[in-house]
């Protein structure tokens, strides 16, 4: 292998999330003087400042959030804090598969909330009194709802023919990003596998998952599908990163690829949408960890530039920057740094775009002035999306 693979900048808007990263000091102030009620609402404030204005009745008393399918229904009275979410009808569903795996999430991955059946219908549910409301368990309570409700309503309505409760509200791709989608998703697919073939072949096989999982995550990356798509991309990603035999993850990978190859494109397009998110399932950034999840690509490209192995530097520090964009949330100029490399880098000779990739990396790893985002150690710790997705097998 001599040249890079392609990259191309997402379709997306900016990485970046709406958290107001100022909010949580005041949160925690509030909730330790005793004003329970305003650090609730405050919490949601620090996820997205515009809720409040859009979504809340003018006491603030109550909200009714989007996310996704789910309205997350939150109502702060006198004594008490409540959410309700109503997830899914299972109403002609198989519905002995669909309680045993509720039942099962209510062990694992929930903690706080828990679902229950009223009726024909799954509702995200919990309760609690205001002085028990500590800012952390009451953001992990939003969190937990929005992100298990993602993982799993596809799997409920695929496997158990379970329902929505409403339709999402959804913003399509407009037709030219959708044929930019599936155009790039092609080549992206035929770059991997051409030079899998190559690297097999020369029996460079050290480089093969990179190959697979790089391109992967340019994927994703490049146009972030939704759905059932979505779901799928995630699972894979997963095995691929698993413990599992390296030739059996290679296989799993290779197949996922050629399958995205003959997917059907009208399905490919119809998954291609934003919808409106609540608590965000991606890590939210600042500079001291933008740098922890970058120090073992640039130590190790490090090494691997000065041992004159140029292919090697480009897929680690290629992989630690997709990956990093696959987890997080990203300030712009972090960005804008990452993605004009990787642009730059696209396509050429792998000693010029290991040392293009080298040098952005170690900018931010060595550079203070360029990032505005400080460090906010209080902040609440996110979970990486999808950790247990893999409860429904691959």
Same mark, same amino acid.
């Given at each position: ?64 959030? @989007? ?55 799954? *509702?995200?549910?919990?309760?609690? @009194? ?37 339709? @999402? ?52 990356? *490049? ?22 035999? *390296? ?32 608590? @965000? ?114």
């Amino acid at each position: 292998m001599t040249i890079n693979l392609s990259f191309h900048k997402t379709l997306a808007d900016s990485l970046k999330s709406n958290v107001n990263i100022g909010m949580w000091d005041k949160v925690l102030s509030e909730y330790d003087t005793g004003k329970f009620a305003d650090a609730i609402r405050n919490i949601i404030n620090y996820v997205d400042p515009e809720i409040e204005k859009k979504f809340a009745n003018a006491e603030r008393t109550e909200y009714n959030i @989007p996310h996704g399918s789910l309205i997350v229904r939150v109502r702060i009275t006198e004594k008490d804090f409540m959410v309700e979410a109503p997830f899914l009808s299972i109403e002609g569903a198989k519905k002995v598969p669909v309680l045993r795996q509720v039942a099962q999430l209510n062990f694992t991955p929930l903690s706080l909330p828990r679902i229950e059946l009223q009726g024909d219908k799954l *509702y995200f549910k919990f309760e609690c @009194p205001l002085d028990m409301c500590e800012p952390y368990k009451i953001y992990d309570v939003l969190r937990e709802i929005c992100i298990n409700a993602d993982n799993y309503d596809d799997e409920f309505i695929t496997k158990f023919d379970a329902t929505r409760v409403q339709e @999402p509200m959804i913003y399509p791709y407009s037709e030219e990003k959708k044929v930019n989608a599936w155009n790039n998703m092609q080549l992206y697919i035929k770059e991997a596998l051409d030079t899998f073939e190559l690297l097999e072949n020369k029996r460079l096989t050290t480089y093969l998952w990179d190959v697979l999982v790089v391109t992967l995550l340019k994927v994703d990356y *490049y146009c972030a599908p939704q759905g059932r798509l979505r779901s799928e991309f995630e699972k894979t990603i997963i095995y691929m990163n698993s413990k599992d035999d *390296y030739y059996q993850r290679l296989s799993g990978g290779k197949e996922f690829l050629k399958k995205l190859q003959t997917y059907d494109r009208a399905k490919f397009e119809s998954d291609l949408y934003k919808i409106d998110v609540f608590v @965000p399932y991606k890590f939210r950034t600042n500079l001291e960890t933008v740098r922890n999840a970058l120090k073992y690509a640039w130590e190790t490209a490090d090494k691997e530039i000065k041992a004159l192995d140029f292919v090697g530097a480009t897929f680690t520090l290629q992989y630690g920057i997709l990956n990093f964009f696959y987890s997080n949330h990203v300030d712009d100029e972090v960005a804008s740094i990452l993605t004009k490399a990787m642009e730059e880098a696209s396509a050429k000779p792998v000693q010029q775009s290991a040392t293009i990739l080298f040098e952005a990396v170690n900018k931010i790893m060595t550079t203070d002035n360029f990032i505005k985002t400080k460090t906010q150690s209080s902040e609440p710790v996110q979970e990486k999306k999808g950790f247990f997705s893999k409860l429904f097998g691959n």
